[in-house]
């Protein structure tokens, strides 16, 4: 168990939906990164937040928006849902901190499939 | 832009040892990671190695990095069928103040009996 916690496990929803992935990081992490892993793509870093402000910004539509909150946890937001954003989005997070080697400890994921 | 590549597939038998490769491009590099991911489940860190180290130990893992040619390896000795997963390389370098993390599309290891 890393300690980084995602909900819900399993999501099931239509095309045109919007969805809300939430993720509680590991006591003390002040990053949190989300990152979209499907078959035929590998892992796509989508964003990172450090203690609330947006630091880094990979392969994100624009129809996916995210944002940490001031307890560290943080929501990924998904609209306009098409078949294509079928995929495990995991979200992981990071020490921070002097002598920090920002390895990431990794949530179960959650698993979005569009219908 | 930064780049980290692994081969897609590996296959060994049970007792011998596996070797996974990675190179990377970012030369100013000051991490280099290696996950494993099982079957349904999000990524584990392995271990991690300093980009001014050559070699770290860790138990059945060792950890090769040689620099100048950008090039890093796992060493998993006396493979057990429990290793079985898709193994990550990554690295992480300084970019705007912040650390980017780059992972490699992943090395599938199967192990036979």
């Known amino acids: 168990d890393s300690g980084v916690t995602q909900t819900p496990k399993h999501l099931i929803t239509a095309t045109g939906q919007r969805v809300t992935l939430r993720c509680s990081p590991r006591?003390?992490?002040?990053?949190v990164y989300w990152y979209q892993q499907s078959l035929d793509q590998g892992l796509q870093f989508l964003i990172q937040?450090?203690?609330?402000?947006?630091?880094a910004k990979g392969n994100i539509l624009e129809r996916f928006s995210a944002q940490q909150f001031p307890d560290l946890h943080s929501e990924l937001n998904l609209s306009s849902l098409e078949l294509g954003d079928s995929a495990l989005y995991f979200c992981a997070s990071s020490p921070r901190g002097q002598g920090a080697s920002y390895e990431q400890y990794f949530g179960p994921g959650t698993r979005l499939t569009v219908t | 832009g930064e780049d980290v590549e692994q081969s897609l597939f590996l296959s060994v038998r049970e007792g011998d040892s596996s070797v996974i490769n990675c190179t990377y491009t970012d030369s100013s590099s000051t991490y280099l990671y290696w996950y494993k991911q099982e079957p349904g489940a999000g990524l584990q860190l392995l271990t991690y190695i300093f980009s001014n180290m050559d070699m770290k130990q860790d138990q059945r893992l060792t950890v090769l990095l040689n620099k100048k040619d950008k090039h890093l390896s796992l060493r998993i000795a006396d493979t057990q069928t429990g290793d079985s997963a898709i193994y990550f390389c990554a690295e992480s370098s300084s970019s705007g103040g912040y650390q980017k993390v780059t992972f490699g599309i992943g090395t599938k290891l199967q192990v036979i009996p």
């Open positions: 937040y450090y203690n609330g402000e947006e630091r």
């Open positions: 006591s003390g992490d002040l990053s």
